[in-house]
């Protein structure tokens, strides 16, 4: 006869049998306790890696789409793809509520300025990604009127090749940019920090 304790089907409902006093294990030291109910309830981290953590896990997509690749953008916050799954899922309407700009698309000329008026409204820290190949390079259109990559007028953090690129795409691309949060320095207000004169004293 098996034990029922063995039973992998055991439901919460079934209280599982108590076990023999000698299955039990010997006390601990008093300092082995009290180490364990300490690790149980503090954690141990920097500032830095809090709040990049934060950011990292709490990404809003600026919803700002320009051609072809929009669709595919579109469908990651479907139910196929689920970007939420990663922290990104609030696409906002505003820039100044967004800190990830994500060019889904080629760039006129005359579009570049409104771009660059959008990205500048965002606030600090944020964050683009060039979606699909006309955004990173022009694509196909290598011609007067396309924008010959995004990064002419503002800084690309993640390229994602393709044309377009499929929804997986653009999550390993949001995946990178996690990364790349997750190790960047944090600043401390908006002057710089000061460095240390040689020989000062401490």
């Known amino acids: 006869m098996t034990d029922p304790r063995d039973n992998p089907f055991r439901t919460l409902a079934q209280q599982a049998p108590s076990r023999p006093a000698a299955e039990l294990v010997m006390p601990v030291s008093e300092e082995d306790r009290l180490r364990d109910e300490l690790e149980r309830g503090i954690l141990f981290t920097t500032v830095e890696s809090?709040?990049?953590?934060?950011?990292?896990?709490?990404?809003?997509?600026?919803g700002f789409?320009?051609?072809?690749?929009?669709?595919?953008?579109?469908a990651i916050a479907g139910p196929r793809f689920d970007v939420s799954r990663f922290g990104a899922e609030v696409f906002r309407g505003s820039p100044r509520q967004a800190d990830l700009m994500i060019v889904a698309g080629r760039v006129s000329i005359k579009m570049a300025p409104v771009l660059r008026q959008l990205y500048d409204q965002m606030p600090d820290p944020k964050w683009v990604i060039a979606m699909g190949a006309c955004s990173s390079c022009g694509g196909m259109f290598n011609?007067?009127?396309i924008l010959q990559g995004v990064d002419k007028i503002v800084p690309v953090d993640v390229y994602v090749p393709g044309c377009p690129p499929r929804p997986e795409g653009l999550l390993h691309g949001i995946m990178k940019l996690q990364e790349k949060i997750l190790t960047s320095k944090i600043e401390l207000g908006p002057f710089p920090r000061k460095k240390k004169r040689k020989g000062a004293a401490a």
């Not at 809090?50 to 600026?62: G, Q, T």
């Open 143 to 145: 011609n007067y009127a």
């Open 65 to 74: 789409g320009l051609a072809c690749c929009a669709i595919e953008m579109m």
């Open 50 to 62: 809090l709040v990049n953590w934060a950011r990292a896990n709490a990404i809003w997509p600026l």
